[in-house]
């Protein structure tokens, strides 16, 4: 059974930087795609990030410039530096991996940015 554990989370000043890690669990194949999802309080979650496994990635546009995603396929992990955090960045944190008709997600971790 696959699991993703998502660490990292915490409460931030703007302008910190935070470094958000997912390692998935019981997973013996490596992922197509990996990425990063939050959901502010009363907002729907949208896609922070995302990277495919030969590395090509995405970004939404409200953190590009700021965040980096990363990944490692032999430890099946997906990592989300995040820079010059700002109070909007405020949500909880999905990781999510994907193969064909296949479709994961972690339980979350709070990030908090405060002004």
């Known amino acids: 059974q696959v699991q993703l554990v998502e660490s990292g989370g915490g409460v931030v000043q703007a302008g910190g930087s935070l470094r958000l890690s997912c390692a998935a669990s019981?997973?013996?194949?490596?992922?197509?795609?990996m990425g990063w999802y939050r959901q502010a309080p009363g907002k729907q979650r949208e896609l922070v990030a995302g990277a495919t496994s030969d590395g090509v990635t995405n970004y939404a546009d409200s953190v590009k410039g700021r965040f980096t995603i990363s990944r490692d396929n032999a430890k099946n992990t997906v990592y989300l530096q995040m820079n010059s955090l700002k109070p909007e960045d405020t949500a909880v944190y999905y990781c999510n991996a994907r193969r064909p008709a296949l479709n994961y997600w972690g339980r979350g971790t709070v990030v908090t940015v405060s002004s």
């Open positions: 019981g997973a013996i194949l490596t992922f197509n795609d």
